[in-house]
């Protein structure tokens, strides 16, 4: 069983940045693709970038390339998103998953998220 706990999210004006964390309980994470996906209101869930188990492989989704940044450390099991140039368009609630796919699709296990709010 893999329990996901994200924080770090908040009200950021546009242009701004923003650090997600999502602290992973279970045995398995150094080997688990980890994910972060969002859903804006309204909207459907959609995958926001990818890391494989060693952090050697990352995939993000166009909308937002150039400008996060995933990233993981292993020995603290957590997963992080750094969010920079922050756009109204981003505001959604963030959640953490657990094994994804690296084309992005989702895996078993999510988070309950955590909101971003991106102010113009």
């Known amino acids: 069983q893999v329990q996901l706990v994200e924080s770090g999210g908040g009200l950021v004006q546009a242009g701004g940045s923003l650090r997600l964390s999502c602290a992973a309980s279970?045995?398995?994470?150094?080997?688990?693709?980890m994910g972060w996906f969002r859903q804006a209101p309204g909207k459907e869930r959609e995958f926001v970038a990818v890391?494989?188990?060693?952090?050697?492989?990352?995939n993000y989704a166009g909308s937002v390339k150039g400008r996060f940044t995933i990233s993981r450390d292993n020995v603290k099991s957590t997963v992080y998103l750094q969010m920079n140039s922050l756009k109204p368009e981003d505001t959604a609630v963030y959640y953490c998953?657990?094994?994804?796919?690296?084309?992005?699709?989702?895996?078993?296990?999510w988070g309950k998220g955590t909101l971003v709010t991106v102010s113009s």
């Open positions: 890391i494989s188990w060693s952090g050697g492989t990352t």
């Open positions: 279970g045995r398995t994470f150094s080997s688990d693709n």
């Open positions: 998953n657990a094994r994804p796919r690296l084309t992005g699709t989702s895996g078993a296990y």
